[in-house]
């Protein structure tokens, strides 16, 4: 079995390169390091450096290496910055998405495994099912809304097989712990390692189900195993939704740290979203999962050990009206 993942060296596709080599892939890691770390990428794998973007490399891997399957998890991930640099996020989000899918209909890919977000659901009520009508309110969404919607008319223009994983708020070991746009997670690590205060947008009353990387990516790299899942869509994540405050303690708690949180203007988005996963569960036969407490205290133990990144600023803001000012600062 010949794989590429694309986004390889970021967070969650680390992790999953990783369960792929468990199961025998032979894997081919596609990922430009503009959100990753090459040295998270698994030495057993091919590293090629390179974008979703540039379609005739897209061409000559495919054509090379002959691939079974296509696991695409590279895409910029930050929602609320993606309202002001849209742009950017269509073309790396959506036709960087369509590149792959083009390539693998005419090299005939086994299936695409994609990985949306809980994003696309918008403001629904939750818990979201995979039933809930899609009303994404960031670009970000939308763009992750517009290509499962490809991949439906693809499969059925052309018989491209695909598996649409929804998972939300991840975090654990390999996460840009400097990255100041997306991963609350991580940036509350990173802050508490350099004695900075918590940036809390609004009340921190916001609820979100933190899901463990180990509950999510092992389901991801075998699922085309699993004839099942071929063709559906699946939330994936934690279960149980705690308040943005509430993370902020556990966080503290674990690291030993006691900080201060640092409440901002509220910024624009879902203030609850948490989803069922009671298909998932049935179809991967997905058990438990793990606690936040346990999830945490794991990716402490690594965050300790990789240390503080310095926060850089993104470079190529398209828009800067309603900008929250903290993405600004140095």
């Known amino acids: 079995m010949i794989s590429l993942v694309t986004g390889g060296a ?39 450096k390179g974008s979703i973007t540039d379609t005739e490399l897209l061409s000559k891997l495919f054509t090379e290496h002959k691939f079974d399957y296509v696991y695409h998890l590279a895409a910029y991930a930050a929602e609320g910055l993606s309202h002001f640099i849209k742009n950017f996020n269509y073309t790396n989000n959506l036709t960087g998405s369509v590149n792959l899918i083009n390539e693998s209909v005419k090299h005939k890919i086994k299936c695409f495994v994609f990985t949306s977000s809980i994003a696309v659901y918008g403001a629904a009520k939750p818990p979201m099912t995979e039933d809930t009508v899609p009303l994404p309110e960031d670009p970000y969404g939308i763009a992750k809304y517009a290509v499962e919607m490809d991949l439906k008319v693809t499969h059925e223009m052309f018989g491209l097989n695909y598996v649409i994983f ?8 390999y996460q840009n712990l400097g990255d100041r746009y997306r991963n609350v997670v991580g940036i509350f690590m990173n802050q508490l390692m350099q004695g900075k205060p918590l940036s809390v947008f609004g009340d921190g009353n916001q609820t979100r189900a933190f899901s463990y990387i180990g509950d999510v990516a092992p389901y991801i790299a075998n699922c085309v195993n699993v004839k099942e899942a071929y063709n559906q869509i699946f939330n994936v994540g934690a279960d149980k939704d705690y308040t943005v405050n509430e ?30 996963h009671a298909k998932a569960n049935k179809v991967f036969n997905i058990k438990s999962s793990t606690t936040l407490e346990n999830g945490i205290t794991k990716m402490v133990s690594w965050a300790k050990t990789a240390g503080a990144r310095k926060s850089s600023r993104f470079k190529n803001i398209e828009i800067l009206e309603k900008l929250p000012s903290v993405w600004l600062e140095d």
């Open 247 to 276: 993370l902020a303690k556990t966080v503290m708690k674990a690291m030993d740290i006691e900080g201060e949180l640092r409440h901002l203007p509220p910024r624009n988005e879902v203030v609850h979203a948490y989803s069922s």
């Open 166 to 173: 929804r998972p939300h708020n991840v975090y654990g070991e």
């Open 10 to 48: 970021g967070f969650i596709g680390a992790h999953v390169t990783n369960e792929l080599i468990k199961l025998g892939h032979i894997v081919v890691v596609l990922d430009d390091l503009s959100g990753g770390f090459q040295d998270h990428v698994n030495p057993k794998t091919l590293f090629v």
